[in-house]
């Protein structure tokens, strides 16, 4: 679906939107209206920090800034998440 009816749907549902790649890269945008966050970037999988010679799991934070490009408004993949 469009990135329009993705984000209506995401409302209604109370869900996340994401495109294939971004799913497979553990990242999902949450639509929201308020003011000072607009979509919000959440990650979906940990990542790898090496800490004092010892790895660890590390969960990225949440970003509210995404700057999208032509072709992610144009894209007919979004899916909910």
């Not at 990225?60 to 992610?72: E, I, L, R, V």
């Amino acid at each position: 679906m469009n990135i329009i009816e993705a984000t209506k749907k995401a409302l209604e549902e109370n869900k996340a939107i994401t495109t294939p790649e971004d799913k497979d890269h553990g990242m999902v945008f949450i639509p929201t209206n308020s003011m000072p966050l607009g979509i919000v970037i959440v990650p979906t999988k940990t990542g790898i920090e090496k800490s004092g010679g010892t790895y660890k799991e590390k969960w990225p934070t949440a970003s509210k800034f995404w700057n999208p490009k032509a072709k992610d408004i144009l894209r007919n993949d979004w899916e909910l998440y």
